[in-house]
């Protein structure tokens, strides 16, 4: 079976617009629910600001997680001293 790792065509960008979509969608989720709660208790921009914010906040942890449990993520050297050189021939 021919080797896919480097070259898998169109599919390989899902997870990173599954993800995006996901810190978007989070956002503006919270974003109407603090306007809805602002107009409903009249206190206009708090608790939009404050959704919009930690929608964010949430947002952006779901994002680190998968990107922290992602095996392609896990592969990659840690820090710029241990890549490989093209002077470092085997």
Same mark, same amino acid.
């Given at each position: 079976? +021919?080797?896919?790792?480097?070259?898998?065509?169109? &599919?390989? &960008?899902? $997870?990173?617009?599954a993800a995006a979509m996901? #810190?978007?969608?989070?956002?503006?989720?919270? !974003? #109407?629910? &603090?306007? /809805? !709660? *602002?107009?409903?208790? $009249?206190?206009? @921009?708090?608790?939009? !600001?404050?959704? +919009? !914010?930690g929608g964010a906040i949430?947002? #952006?942890?779901?994002?680190?997680? %998968?990107?922290?449990? *992602? @095996? *392609?993520?896990? +592969? %990659?050297?840690? =820090? /710029? =001293? %241990? $890549?490989?050189? *093209? =002077?470092? =021939?085997?």
């Amino acid at each position: 079976m +021919a080797d896919r790792g480097h070259h898998r065509g169109f &599919g390989a &960008g899902n $997870k990173y617009l599954a993800a995006a979509m996901r #810190f978007a969608g989070g956002v503006t989720l919270f !974003l #109407f629910c &603090g306007l /809805w !709660l *602002d107009r409903r208790i $009249k206190t206009t @921009p708090l608790f939009t !600001l404050v959704g +919009a !914010l930690g929608g964010a906040i949430l947002g #952006f942890i779901s994002v680190y997680r %998968e990107y922290q449990a *992602d @095996p *392609d993520h896990q +592969a %990659e050297p840690r =820090s /710029w =001293s %241990e $890549k490989r050189r *093209d =002077s470092d =021939s085997p």
